[in-house]
């Protein structure tokens, strides 16, 4: 997918949502069970309910890999059939890879051809040849880690030498890698101050804000800071919308009433910022 | 598997050496392709000719991910003939994960629980609540990047802050984890000055060293400096014995020679370090 796409669908629909599928069986709908890949009729239900309001899905691959090679397969067929259905919405592969230039390869193939993502969140610990054979990909994106909203990101990404954190140093060197203009960044919803930081170093860079929701973190504070022209932002929100239900007889109903809940507050801020008209 | 149980082996088998299992069909002899699971049967076939020469297997989940949910099959396939036939032998997930603590607790379930390897590679770069779940497991271990054989450790690895090494962070901060007697470490083979610092800082780790065979690294120099009185050392090597054949005929002997000669190399290193006798 082109940026200029993904901005595109972000103006159309009014959000910049992200709906993370952490599927777990456990909390899912019992009614699922009875079907024989449980974890796809979810995802596709919960697809088919909230795509009007979303423009990205982020399959988050610690779950899938939880249920071995069946929950492989079932990514595979949601991966199917959101290509399929609804090319239009950004997918990301929330992985958090990152090996030797070999393996990242093998990677890369992994997730952009034989899943088909259009992205997937990598670890930078590797430095520049794990990260670069995700970027010659045209119109795939590696999304790096910066920041992230755990509490372990103070033990090395707020590292500070020279004046300069960790976080900060990735995110730099970083933009010197080859088809640079591929990268976007995760920056947890928690850290305010720094956010203002980190658009001074890539005002037009992508960033990919998970902690939304469970995590905590506030959308209209962390919009202001920072959406850019480009708007520039995906937020992700997973268990406060998938589990977002009381009862299976209105799954339906109550899964899009919480998606449209948070669309709505994006639209407004959308607005208030100038991005599209009211 | 208990430490001391992997020390014994060693002894036992005098050897410490890991064979990679980078499993690449387009590079493994055709006859295999015949085959319904070539990648299962290339493996079982790898793992059967040099089972007594090894105390590890290292399967690089990179590989596997490559050829999606059959990839995922073949692996659970060989962890199971593995487990089955092989339980004196150490298995490594080299899968370089990490994550909020939510998903790498679904990480930890994949690979001990669902998969059933020893142990598995992480990366640091979200701290602490990201590794920890992987240390709640008794007789498991968690593999933690410090310094790793490929260029990019430069980029941030090598980073200084108050006279310490960003990798040395690492080390020393995860060793006041909660059960960090459950930690190991990634070492390359090409850091020989720094493997001294590092076997001062943590002297009774286990490291596992790759980078021997196609990635250089002199195997006598880096024994030397990282064998402690537990022998503390794996040493993995994968392309040069899988692919170490000239054709199909003489397959077996070639992988068999091939594994035998780092072997006696390394019962030699032992008998020197008066670990085994002559």
Redesign the interface.
Known sequence: MKLNDLTSEIIRKKSYLCVGL?IDLSKIPSEFLRFQDPIYEFAKRIIDITSKYVIAYKP?L??F??????G??S??KIMKYLNSNYPEIFTIA?A?????????L??S???FE??GFDSITL?????????EPFLVFKNKYAIL?AL??????????L???NDSY?YE??IK?SQAYENSNRLMYVVGANHFTLLKNIRRIIPNSFLLIPGFGE?GGDLEKVSNLAINDNVGLIVNSSRKILYSFSKYETFDLEIEQSTKKVQLKMEEILINKSIINA
């Open positions: 952490d988050n610690a779950f890999e939880s249920y071995g090679s069946n492989f397969k990514l595979e929330d958090k890879r990152g090996d030797i230039s070999n393996s990242s093998m990677y193939k992994a997730y034989t899943l670890s930078p610990y590797m430095g520049k040849d794990s990260i880690l992230t909203s755990n509490d372990g990101h103070k033990d090395f990404q590292q500070k030498k960790l140093d990735v060197k995590q």
